[in-house]
């Protein structure tokens, strides 16, 4: 049982760039997050998903996109990078109960 | 606006040295409460979490908490650390109404060094 897989792990992008971070679990579950964190800042919701094709913003989705085409993976897009993009990216599910699964992270650096 | 506050950032003990972390939501509704780690390099995991029932939970590692709902807190402690829980400690909750969609509020962190 693999939980949530995320790819990359490790990117490095110019400003401009751009980039699609994909987060796959095999749970079943309903939700779907996208949190970065940044030192000194904890975790912030990107956007989320309660099901497939939908989607909503979080607390910071400026910069980003997002799709849930299929139930078990959720895409986070970045059009056009820039270095305040630069963070660790987690993904994250959760079923009726609650409780919330990470992925290992995506550490994104952009210069 | 909901939030919560875990109180210390930075926390240093000894090896045997007794934790308490604080934690604090503002929501005056009923809420699932969370404590989250995460260890150097690595994701976050469930520490433990309280649902309802009895408000003192224990978790892995001989963590527990207790949810004082008069207080809205959800301080975690272990009787006696060891090296291996050095670690970033996360509290979040979820309010339960129906509109939350499972979202968790988290808290900013605190960060546990422990010396050998």
């Known amino acids: 049982n693999a939980g949530v897989t995320q790819t990359p792990k490790f990117r490095v992008l110019k400003t401009g760039q751009s980039m699609t971070l994909l987060c796959a679990q095999d749970?079943?579950?309903?939700?779907m997050y996208w949190y970065r964190q940044d030192p000194g800042m904890g975790l912030r919701l990107i956007h989320y998903?309660?099901?497939?094709?939908?989607?909503a913003k979080g607390e910071v989705p400026d910069g980003y996109n997002v799709s849930r085409l299929k139930k078990q993976n959720f895409l986070l897009g970045l059009e056009s990078a820039a270095p305040s993009q630069t963070s660790v990216y987690f993904c994250?599910?959760?079923?009726?109960?609650?409780?919330?699964?990470f992925g290992q992270g995506t550490r994104l650096t952009v210069v | 606006a909901q939030s919560v506050s875990q109180h210390n950032h930075h926390v240093i003990l000894s090896e045997a040295a007794s934790l308490e972390l604080g934690c604090n939501y503002s929501?005056?509704?009923?809420?699932?409460l969370f404590w989250y780690v995460q260890y150097p390099g690595q994701h976050l995991q469930l520490l433990l979490k309280?649902?309802?029932?009895d408000p003192l939970v224990k978790g892995i590692k001989g963590f527990e908490a207790e949810f004082i709902k008069s207080k809205f807190s959800f301080n975690l402690r272990k009787p006696s650390v060891q090296w291996s829980d050095t670690a970033e400690y996360f509290c979040?909750?979820?309010?339960?109404?129906?509109?939350?969609?499972?979202?968790?509020?988290w808290g900013l962190g605190t960060s546990l060094a422990v010396n050998p």
């Open positions: 994250a599910s959760s079923y009726l109960d609650r409780i919330t699964f």
């Open positions: 749970m079943n579950h309903e939700y």
């Open positions: 998903s309660v099901g497939e094709g939908t989607t």
């Open positions: 929501y005056g509704g009923t809420v699932n």
């Open positions: 309280y649902f309802s029932g």
């Open positions: 979040a909750v979820t309010p339960t109404y129906a509109g939350n969609n499972r979202k968790l509020i």
